[in-house]
C-alpha cells in the first residue's frame, strides 16, 4: 500500500545530542512537510519542501534543518535539541494539481524525547 | 486573532446524537479546507475537503461558506467509534496549512 513512513517511532536522545529523523512515501508526492506536535496542540508547520524548493516558516529555530535527497525521502536534523524540543513530529506529503492542494497525508510519527 | 479558529469544545454526546462543529479562518484569500481527525497519540487523517458546494460522506457533512469564512462539520447518528479530536485546516499561499487548535469529540454509550 502506498503510504507515508517515519523511523523511528520514538527516539530519545541527550540535550544537545544531534538527531535526524527520517520519512519516506511511496505516494510519488511532490510536497513534503515537517511539523512539530506538542501535547494538547496543533500541529506547527516547521518547513516544507515543494519538489526540491526548500520553504521555511519564519518561526522555525535555525535548529531544525531538513533534507530532500530524492521525490521518496526527507529528513529532519535537530543540530542541538533542547527539552522544549521534546514532541511528536510529523511528516506529511500532499499532491499539488493544477495549482490546488488535494490534501495531506500524515506519517505516524516520530516521539522525540529528551534527555 | 487566530488564522484559525475552532469551538473549543470538549463535545461530550450520547452516541447516535448529531453534533456540529464549527471553524472560523481570518484570511479571506485561503485557498482550500479541510476536516481532520486526530486520535489520541496517532497522527492525523484526512477526513474530508470541504466545498462551497457543500459535500456529504455518509454520516459526514461539511459546509463552506466563504462570504462568512467559516467551515463546519456536521456528524449525525454518532458512533464511539467518532470520539476523537476534529482539526479544521485552511491552505494559504504555497501550500501553508494552518490548523485550528482542534476540538475534541467524546460520544458516550
Known amino acids: 500500500d502506498a503510504m507515508v513512513i517515519q523511523n523511528p517511532r520514538y527516539q530519545v536522545t541527550q540535550f544537545g545530542k544531534p538527531v535526524t529523523l527520517s520519512c519516506s512515501q511511496t505516494l510519488n508526492h511532490n510536497v513534503m512537510y515537517w511539523y512539530q506536535q506538542k501535547s494538547s496542540q496543533a500541529p506547527k508547520l516547521l518547513f516544507h519542501?515543494?519538489?526540491?524548493?526548500?520553504?521555511n516558516e519564519a518561526d522555525t529555530p535555525d535548529n531544525f534543518q531538513s533534507r530532500r535527497p530524492n521525490t521518496s525521502f526527507c529528513f529532519l536534523d535537530i543540530r542541538s535539541p533542547g527539552l522544549g524540543d521534546a514532541a511528536m513530529y510529523l511528516c506529511?506529503?500532499?499532491?499539488?494539481?493544477?495549482?490546488?492542494?488535494?490534501?495531506?497525508?500524515f506519517g505516524p510519527g516520530t516521539r522525540l524525547t529528551v534527555l | 486573532r487566530k488564522e484559525v479558529e475552532q469551538d473549543p469544545g470538549p463535545f461530550n454526546v450520547p452516541e447516535g446524537a448529531t453534533v456540529a462543529f464549527n471553524c472560523t479562518y481570518s484570511n479571506s484569500a485561503s485557498q482550500s479546507f479541510f476536516w481532520y481527525r486526530q486520535d489520541c497519540r496517532k497522527e492525523p487523517k484526512l477526513l474530508m475537503s470541504v466545498y462551497s458546494s457543500g459535500n456529504e460522506d455518509g454520516r459526514f457533512t461539511a459546509q463552506l461558506n466563504r462570504a462568512s469564512q467559516y467551515i463546519s462539520l456536521l456528524i449525525r447518528d454518532s458512533k464511539l467509534s467518532d470520539s476523537a479530536t476534529y482539526l479544521c485546516v485552511v491552505i494559504q499561499g504555497a501550500q501553508k496549512l494552518v490548523f485550528g487548535q482542534g476540538t475534541r469529540l467524546t460520544i458516550n454509550p
Open positions: 519542501y515543494y519538489d526540491k524548493d526548500f520553504n
Open positions: 506529511a506529503t500532499s499532491r499539488v494539481g493544477r495549482g490546488r492542494e488535494l490534501g495531506q497525508f
